[in-house]
């Protein structure tokens, strides 16, 4: 089953192509768009809610046609924005109740679901209060409130995490996979932090200067790669017995680099398995030198080096993006830990 398909889809404006022939395939679950700012993830989001037309190729949500169908589309479909865009001078309930009756709830149900809607995404006594005294989590609380009240088959979510600490972002990550889970509703997301959707998605969409870049499970983004990484012991014979297994394994053709980058660099080696007997090979050899063999594992992937890869294959136009969003992944303390390790 497909949620959204999109087939050669252009929005050109006159400085900039926003998006550049797009297609791409969404099923059901929760989908992260990637990208870094600029390349083009809301426009595709207003797109694919009719409110925006494309200037080339075409797009179905749900089945439906965004270019003829975007008042069906949006009664189906919740819409988070990136920007703060809520009234400073009502509460959270106020407001969500007045957005759940513009979906066309009768007043009776709006007031129900506003309610249960603002417990499930975390807002409590609080929701009395004026908006415009919330903390930037409370807001990004409230934006996802209103676009669930109308419980949508498919909700579009741009940049839910901005803005938030990561305490708030882990809170919100969890809030989005829980959309899921407890209400079977899909989901797609958009950030430019790649860490964080690796952690949350079942699928991930990358795009870079409009174009697509990959799209694919995370599972086969983090898939485990033939690189193998290899500690080992020293001994009195050998006292840099890292730098005499390098030695041995180049002596039987093995090339190995070394993990710098990685925790415990130094000590690390790693080599690109050409097939079972690489392991072999190794056993062998960390033997037949005396040397304990600390551990010997396949290194796995992560999202941010599809943005590498993707470059060497994109060219030069998207390199630069590119850099940009990898380059922010690494400013996130958090996401730096969980990198390359
Ligand atoms: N209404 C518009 N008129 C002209 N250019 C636009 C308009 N909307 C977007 N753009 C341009 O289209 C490109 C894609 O913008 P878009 O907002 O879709 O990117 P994004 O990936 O969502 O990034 P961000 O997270 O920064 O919003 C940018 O170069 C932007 O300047």
Redesign the pocket.
């Known amino acids: 089953m497909t949620v959204i398909v999109t087939e050669s889809l252009s929005k050109r ?1 006159p400085r ?1 192509t ?1 998006l550049d022939r797009l297609s791409v395939d969404v099923g059901p679950g929760v989908t992260g768009l990637v ?1 870094a ?7 595709l989001i207003k797109i694919l809610l009719g409110l925006s037309p494309a200037s080339e190729g075409r797009a179905e949500v749900l089945g439906l046609d965004v270019a003829t169908e975007g008042a069906a589309i949006r009664e189906r479909v919740g819409y988070m924005p ?1 920007h703060d865009c809520l009234p400073p001078d009502v509460s959270a309930t106020e407001f969500v109740v007045h957005m759940a009756r513009m979906s066309g709830l009768p007043a009776t149900a709006a007031r129900e679901r506003t309610a249960d809607t603002l417990r499930h995404v975390g807002l409590y006594e609080e929701r009395y209060r004026p908006i415009g005294g919330y903390s930037t989590g409370m807001k990004q609380r409230v934006k996802l409130a209103q676009a669930l009240v109308h419980d949508p088959q498919l909700v579009f979510l741009d ?1 839910p995490t901005n803005g938030l600490d990561p305490v708030g972002r882990d809170e919100m990550l969890g809030l989005i996979r829980r959309i899921h889970t407890d209400f079977g509703i899909s989901v797609l997301v ?1 950030s ?1 932090l790649l860490g964080e959707l690796e952690r949350t998605c079942d699928h991930v969409v990358v795009v870079d200067g409009g174009k697509l870049l990959r799209s694919s499970s995370t599972r086969e983004f983090t898939q485990t790669t033939t690189t193998l990484a290899i500690e080992v012991t020293d001994s009195d014979e050998h006292p840099d017995g890292t730098r005499a297994v390098r030695e041995a394994l180049a002596a039987r053709g093995l090339d190995t680099h070394d993990g710098s980058g990685l925790p415990g660099a130094g000590r690390i080696l790693l080599l690109t398995a050409e097939g079972e007997e690489t392991y072999d090979v190794v056993r062998d050899v960390v033997a037949d030198l005396g040397l304990g063999l600390v551990r010997m594992e396949q290194r796995r992937h992560h999202i941010s080096e599809v943005f590498h890869d993707g470059a060497d294959h994109a060219n030069a136009p998207a390199a630069g993006h590119a850099q940009h969003a990898a380059a922010d992944h690494a400013h996130h303390p958090k996401e730096a830990a969980g990198h390359g390790g």
């Not at 700012?37 to 426009?43: D, E, F, I, Y």
Request: hydrophobic share 25%; glycine share 20%.
């Open positions: 404006f900039v926003a990208g700012n600029g390349a083009g993830k809301s426009t990136e940049e958009t430019h």
